[in-house]
């Protein structure tokens, strides 16, 4: 095989592992979302400002934006601008776990299918490396970061036992955290695209 295409294949195939984790990722906090009737305002591909949008349904908007890194899926406000809550903590506190947990239950497919599908050694090599990319995003993910799902469980725990920030602050500490996890993503990409 001639460098040139194993290079591009390692390159496409990591891509289309990250593309994987991320998208079953979010459609974890989207199902979960959806099973406890969250209204959910949009799906969004990449970060920073929204390139394109196009209405779905029901009010839920598809929105590209600038960076494509990352996907996110934007809930109803948790919080009245007065403060109210608008639906009970456990609800998101689920929803802020359901992508974390959809990681792991993708790395638990993709370790059995390569237990009882035997596939070829690029295949096999390609699942296992996306398990354990899985895994390794959403151990990430719950990271008490804000931002990160972890810091949303931390400060929905916190809120539930009467610790709350107003919604502002809130908003606040989790854009500063999504920058500072923006930029160390995309140094870590870069660092892994640069050493195939």
Same mark, same amino acid.
């Given at each position: ?16 592992? $990250?593309?994987?984790? #991320? ?32 209405? &779905?349904?029901?009010?839920?908007? $598809?929105?590209?934006? &600038? ?7 934007? &809930? ?53 490396? #996306? ?16 931002? &990160? ?33 923006? #930029? ?13």
């Amino acid at each position: 095989m001639e460098p040139a295409f194993h290079l591009s294949l390692s390159v496409g195939g990591l891509l289309a592992s $990250l593309l994987l984790v #991320t998208v079953g990722h979010e459609l974890g906090h989207l199902l979960v979302a959806r099973a406890l009737h969250i209204p959910v305002r949009y799906i969004a591909v990449g970060l920073g400002p929204a390139l394109w949008r196009c209405g &779905l349904t029901d009010g839920l908007r $598809l929105e590209v934006r &600038l960076v494509p890194v990352s996907m996110a899926v934007g &809930l109803a406000a948790r919080w009245s601008t007065a403060g109210r809550g608008h639906r009970p903590l456990q609800q998101d506190i689920a929803v802020a776990a359901g992508g974390p947990l959809a990681n792991f239950l993708m790395a638990l497919a993709l370790v059995a299918f390569l237990i009882f599908a035997r596939p070829g050694p690029a295949a096999q090599a390609w699942c296992m490396g #996306t398990a354990v990319l899985s895994s390794l995003l959403a151990l990430y993910n719950l990271i008490p970061l804000p931002g &990160l799902d972890g810091g949303h469980l931390l400060i929905l725990g916190a809120a539930s036992l009467g610790l709350k920030l107003s919604p502002q602050r809130e908003a606040m500490l989790h854009r500063v955290g999504l920058r500072l996890t923006a #930029t160390v993503c995309m140094f870590l990409l870069a660092a892994r695209l640069a050493a195939l």
